[in-house]
């Protein structure tokens, strides 16, 4: 059974969960798209999209502006010239418009101060992700930074979670993922740990509670309750 009082170290995923992204990310997307003659699309579109990396973010972008099939020959061009575009853009973006959600930093010092081991868990490139935590004063507070191309595969798939088992030397009872999205739960699902969903994030307009984690919280804070009680 799994309890809460084993928990030893935290995985936090980052956009929709530590840092609101969007409005950047979608800054980033439309710059590219102009510069393929495309129209714009919505800051709402893009809170749909993110969650899988940058790849698949614009290879839904680029589907939706061209009226191509993601799996279309002619759209997998297209998103191999436009991705070094995109990632010139987001590098431009990067922390203009993001924001920190409410409560992130003083929970995070304190499951520090606590004496947890603290990590970041994305599919965000690991270069904007450790560009990021530096512009909020997050990069001090994480023993290990995972990105989407820091290992051959990223969430739902667990290798990042069992990346960090082994590299603490962890048994599965001790690990928690926190995140904001489907993926985020499957990955603790299948690596066996406990996780908790929250509310606000981006999760593809579903419902995070359908996901089943292990607990669902509305706000970042809470889950101290969980942690520090």
């Not at 309890?3 to 030893?8: C, D, F, L, P």
């Not at 589907?63 to 191509?68: E, F, R």
């Not at 990955?187 to 419902?207: F, R």
Request: charged share 15%.
């Amino acid at each position: 059974m799994m309890q809460w009082s084993k928990i030893r170290a935290i995985a936090f995923d980052l956009d929709g969960t530590l840092i609101d992204s969007v409005p950047d990310l979608a800054a980033a997307t439309n710059a590219t798209l102009a510069q393929s003659q495309y129209p714009p699309v919505t800051e709402a579109l893009v809170r749909s999209w993110v969650g899988n990396g940058a790849q698949v973010l614009m290879q839904r972008a680029l589907s939706y502006v061209s009226a191509m099939p993601e799996d279309a020959p002619a759209l997998q061009a297209l998103l191999e010239q436009t991705m070094p575009q995109f990632m010139y853009h987001y590098g431009e973006h990067l922390q203009k418009h993001s924001l920190l959600y409410p409560g992130v930093l003083a929970t995070l010092q304190k499951l520090k101060q606590a004496g947890f081991k603290l990590a970041i868990v994305t599919n965000k490139p690991h270069g904007f992700t450790v560009s990021l935590l530096t512009a909020f004063g997050l990069d001090g507070l994480f023993c290990e930074v995972l990105g989407g191309d820091s290992l051959a595969k990223m969430k739902p798939d667990p290798m990042p979670l069992q990346h960090l088992l082994k590299l603490w030397q962890l048994d599965e009872s001790h690990l928690l993922m926190v995140g904001d999205s489907k993926n985020d739960i499957l990955a603790a699902k299948a690596a066996n740990v406990m996780s908790i969903g929250l509310t606000y994030g981006y999760n593809y307009g579903e419902d995070i509670s359908l996901s089943n984690p292990h607990a669902v919280c509305e706000n970042f804070a809470d889950i101290e309750q969980y942690l520090l009680s």
